[in-house]
């Protein structure tokens, strides 16, 4: 499918976001007032057209917003020179405002297609903004009251209190010019810049009228060029496409021995190279991928999706190899979570101790059916997100915020495979002292702090009270 660039409104193309409307009450058919834009600050502002005969609009609440807005029902008045038009010339609330902001600082990243004739277009944004309801009448009510209050106050004060003023005369040099340069850096001066920049008003084209499919035409390319790019080989087009940089840390491969290390990023495999790979890689990548699989989810991928000729015998004789049978489901085995020399992204932890802290929640959920977060960190003394990551390679939280397996226990596979079931018994009986010795060194450690002080609060209630300073005068004689 050919691409092409079209540059013609990439200073002045704009996507409207509505976060307050869904996909059916939309403002296609909206009839729009009034339309003004801030060219410099990129906002936009359209007052939507209200219908005030609808038997949904209540007239007397739309009268009382207007009157509350102007102060006075401004119906068939003209404003006096010099002042604020009046928000809404009918005396009742007519149209709904719609400010922008910006939802997306750096929009280089997004662009606008348009396919057609077996072509794509593509138009550069210059801004994302998202339209929200602006509530500008409770402001002016608030404005207003305020100023016949402090009117009403000044009315009522007949006495005058002198009061004595000091007036300072700033001098206009240097410094205070590096000054006002200084405010129009911060932040309340770029707010004060674009609160500055007045309103233009603007021509709002509904679509499909004449105008609007005119500027719609100008998101097409008017020229065809060749692409180059297309006939380069696949490493210049990617080198073209993504250039050297040389300030960006290269990933490391992997070694040798297949043992990656501390930057790499685990590989991904899409079906074409799960063909190609022998069985037990297959094995080793789904269970990696998934997490947890029943026997069936294992027969049913590869023979729907890699070998529809696979042995189950053979499956079966190789997934000890690199899974562990857990109630009746095959988890991956810690190694294939985390290779070797690898860290974990949050603290840096190596695999070693992830995969001793993963051990042990394989083990404990062998021997019941959930576990705490605190209860793994105290045990395997990993940071939080470390532990986050080891329990969700195997477990999710439910609502009880308790950690339980990812799938249910497969009693069937249990029954028709006892050998299985209990071979795997065998390891954890071989490896339960080492895991029932953490959580003794985490008791152990408990009791040790809870007896320290208990042994100081007692310590210090048995110790004599200190000598009188001033000794009664009956004890002397």
Same mark, same amino acid.
């Given at each position: 499918?050919?691409?092409?660039?079209?540059k013609?409104l990439?200073?002045?193309?704009?996507l409207?976001?509505?976060?307050t409307?869904?996909?059916? #009450?939309?403002?296609?058919?909206a009839?729009?007032? +009034?339309?003004?834009?801030?060219p410099?600050?990129?906002?936009?502002?359209?007052?939507?057209?209200?219908?005030i005969?609808?038997t949904?609009?209540?007239?007397?609440?739309?009268?009382q917003?207007?009157?509350?807005?102007?102060?006075? +029902?401004?119906?068939?008045?003209?404003?006096?020179?010099?002042?604020?038009?009046?928000?809404?010339?009918?005396?009742?609330?007519?149209?709904?405002?719609?400010?922008?902001?910006?939802?997306i600082?750096?929009v280089?990243?997004?662009?606008?297609g348009?396919?057609t004739?077996?072509?794509?277009?593509l138009?550069?944004?210059?801004?994302?903004?998202?339209?929200?309801?602006?509530?500008?009448?409770?402001?002016?009510?608030?404005?207003?009251?305020?100023?016949?209050?402090k009117?009403?106050?000044e009315?009522?004060?007949?006495?005058e209190?002198?009061?004595?003023?000091?007036?300072?005369?700033?001098?206009?040099?240097?410094?205070?010019?590096s000054?006002?340069?200084?405010?129009?850096?911060?932040?309340?001066?770029?707010?004060q810049?674009i609160?500055d920049?007045?309103?233009?008003?603007?021509?709002w084209?509904?679509?499909?009228?004449?105008?609007?499919?005119?500027?719609?035409?100008k998101l097409?390319?008017?020229?065809?060029?060749?692409?180059?790019?297309l006939?380069?080989?696949p490493?210049?087009?990617?080198?073209r496409?993504?250039?050297?940089?040389?300030?960006?840390?290269?990933?490391?491969?992997?070694?040798a021995?297949?043992?990656?290390?501390?930057?790499?990023?685990l590989?991904?495999?899409?079906?074409?190279?799960?063909?190609?790979m022998?069985?037990?890689?297959?094995?080793?990548?789904?269970?990696?991928?998934?997490?947890?699989?029943?026997?069936?989810?294992?027969?049913?991928?590869?023979t729907?999706?890699v070998?529809p000729?696979?042995?189950?015998?053979?499956?079966?004789?190789?997934?000890?190899?690199?899974?562990?049978l857990?109630h009746?489901?095959?988890? #991956?085995?810690?190694?294939?979570?985390?290779?070797?020399?690898?860290?974990?992204?949050? +603290?840096g932890?190596?695999?070693?101790q992830m995969?001793?802290?993963?051990?042990?929640?394989?083990?404990?959920?062998s021997?019941?059916a959930?576990?705490?977060?605190?209860?793994?960190?105290?045990?395997?003394?990993?940071?939080p997100?470390?532990?986050?990551?080891?329990?969700r390679?195997?477990a999710?939280? +439910?609502n009880a915020?308790?950690w339980?397996?990812?799938?249910?226990?497969?009693?069937?596979?249990?029954q028709?495979?006892?050998?299985?079931?209990?071979?795997?018994?065998?390891?954890?009986?071989?490896?339960?002292?080492?895991?029932?010795?953490?959580?003794?060194?985490?008791?152990?450690?408990?009791v040790?702090?809870?007896?320290?002080?208990?042994?100081?609060?007692?310590?210090?209630?048995?110790?004599?009270?200190?000598p009188?300073?001033?000794? #009664?005068?009956?004890?002397?004689?």
């Amino acid at each position: 499918i050919p691409v092409f660039l079209s540059k013609n409104l990439q200073d002045s193309l704009y996507l409207f976001q509505y976060p307050t409307k869904t996909e059916l #009450p939309n403002h296609d058919g909206a009839v729009v007032v +009034n339309c003004c834009v801030k060219p410099f600050a990129q906002e936009v502002k359209v007052d939507f057209g209200l219908d005030i005969e609808s038997t949904h609009f209540d007239r007397f609440k739309g009268e009382q917003f207007a009157v509350a807005a102007d102060g006075k +029902n401004t119906y068939g008045t003209a404003p006096p020179k010099g002042q604020e038009r009046p928000t809404y010339k009918r005396g009742i609330m007519d149209k709904q405002a719609f400010v922008s902001s910006r939802s997306i600082t750096d929009v280089g990243k997004y662009i606008v297609g348009i396919y057609t004739d077996r072509e794509v277009h593509l138009s550069p944004l210059t801004s994302i903004v998202q339209l929200r309801p602006a509530l500008s009448h409770f402001d002016k009510e608030d404005k207003r009251k305020k100023a016949e209050q402090k009117a009403q106050a000044e009315d009522t004060d007949d006495d005058e209190v002198l009061q004595q003023v000091t007036v300072k005369f700033a001098r206009g040099n240097a410094k205070n010019s590096s000054g006002k340069e200084q405010r129009a850096g911060t932040y309340d001066g770029f707010v004060q810049r674009i609160a500055d920049e007045p309103w233009c008003e603007a021509y709002w084209h509904a679509r499909g009228t004449p105008t609007a499919e005119l500027e719609r035409q100008k998101l097409f390319a008017t020229s065809h060029q060749g692409n180059q790019a297309l006939s380069l080989g696949p490493s210049d087009y990617l080198r073209r496409l993504l250039p050297y940089d040389e300030h960006v840390q290269p990933v490391d491969t992997a070694t040798a021995d297949g043992a990656s290390t501390a930057a790499q990023v685990l590989p991904v495999y899409n079906k074409a190279m799960l063909r190609t790979m022998p069985l037990l890689d297959q094995l080793r990548v789904l269970l990696r991928d998934a997490r947890m699989l029943s026997f069936a989810d294992v027969i049913e991928i590869l023979t729907e999706h890699v070998d529809p000729h696979v042995s189950s015998e053979k499956v079966l004789a190789l997934l000890p190899h690199v899974g562990i049978l857990l109630h009746g489901n095959w988890v #991956p085995r810690s190694e294939v979570v985390f290779p070797e020399r690898m860290l974990s992204h949050a +603290n840096g932890v190596p695999a070693e101790q992830m995969i001793r802290a993963r051990d042990y929640i394989l083990f404990r959920f062998s021997r019941t059916a959930g576990l705490f977060r605190a209860q793994v960190m105290a045990a395997t003394q990993l940071p939080p997100a470390e532990t986050l990551d080891v329990l969700r390679t195997v477990a999710r939280v +439910n609502n009880a915020k308790r950690w339980e397996l990812l799938l249910p226990p497969d009693k069937e596979f249990e029954q028709k495979h006892p050998e299985l079931v209990q071979r795997q018994e065998y390891h954890w009986l071989a490896s339960e002292q080492h895991y029932n010795e953490m959580d003794w060194a985490r008791e152990t450690k408990r009791v040790r702090k809870r007896s320290t002080r208990k042994s100081e609060s007692q310590s210090t209630s048995m110790q004599p009270p200190p000598p009188a300073l001033n000794p #009664p005068a009956a004890a002397e004689a």
